[in-house]
């Protein structure tokens, strides 16, 4: 079979059979789809940019839910959603008397356990002798959504203790989450806080020399699901980003960002 599969040769994955198809015969991103979705579910036309597909008349539509939690109610006419999500990033640790660790991020949840992004950790203080980046985040996606992809967020950096060295102790960089945009890790400043959804926060640098600053907050994981011929509704949560450490005497860890949901609408 030559050329690409078109809408208007195939509706179905049940189709190919009958047209003599083989997977090889596919190209690459058709092969991965029809993969994905399985034998004798409806192919949509968004899903492979128009090359496999029903081609229905209605766009996508979209719906984004930046915090808090509540209940996402399928629109009517909807056949298929896809669900981007990540967590919450995690808060830098502080520096100096007093100070504390960062907290940790919220999970972001979608369905009673059916997509699942955890939040990252705070990272630990300067009153640790080796403060630890914050760990990072990971995700869990159960039937009968059918997984997309599935990225565990990055530690955070541990703050330097640069005891008999002569500099100020530096504070760790925030882990990053599938979206980038981590906080900085600074010296004799605070931390600097997460710009990317679900990013950690970055450690505080510390003030005096020969000190330690604080660790970075671990970044949140992120997934992305079909949910094919989906329920009227579905309770989610979106995972608040964790609080940067006090540093009372010094300096403040830098906060996470919040985590993000994203929900795609087919028709």
């Known amino acids: 079979m030559a050329g690409k599969i078109m809408n208007a040769d195939i509706q179905s ?4 059979t009958a047209k003599g198809a ?5 190209p690459n991103d058709d092969k991965v789809y029809v993969t994905a979705l399985s034998i004798n579910k409806t192919l949509k036309q968004a899903i492979v940019d128009g ?20 209940t996402y109610t399928t629109p009517v006419g909807c056949s298929y959603i896809i669900v981007k999500m990540v967590g919450g990033g995690g808060g830098g640790g502080g520096t100096g008397a007093g100070a ?4 940790a991020g919220g999970d972001s949840t979608f369905g009673t356990s059916l997509l699942f992004a955890g939040g990252g950790l705070g990272g630990e203080s300067s009153l640790s002798s080796f403060p630890a980046g914050g760990d990072n985040g990971s995700c869990v996606i159960n039937s009968p959504a059918i997984q997309i992809i599935n990225v565990q967020g990055e530690y955070g950096d541990n703050g330097l203790n640069t005891n008999g ?7 760790g960089r925030g882990g990053n989450s599938f979206f980038g945009g981590s906080g900085r890790g600074t010296q004799n400043a605070d931390g600097q806080n997460a710009s990317g959804f679900g990013s950690g926060g970055g450690g505080a640098g510390n003030s005096a020399t020969g000190t330690t600053g604080g660790a970075g907050g671990g970044g949140a994981g992120f997934c992305e699901a079909i949910i094919d011929s989906p329920s009227a509704s579905y309770l989610y949560a979106v995972g608040a980003g964790g609080n940067g450490g006090n540093g009372p005497a010094v300096n403040d860890g830098g906060a996470g960002r919040n985590g993000r949901i994203i929900v795609l609408e087919f028709y």
Do not use: M
């Open 13 to 16: 994955v049940s189709e190919l």
């Open 22 to 26: 083989t997977a090889a015969e596919l």
């Open 100 to 103: 504390s660790n960062g907290s």
């Open 51 to 70: 090359d496999i597909g029903g081609g229905g008349s209605t766009s996508p539509t979209i719906q984004i839910f930046t915090a808090g939690s509540g």
């Open 165 to 171: 060295i002569g500099f100020r102790g530096v504070g």
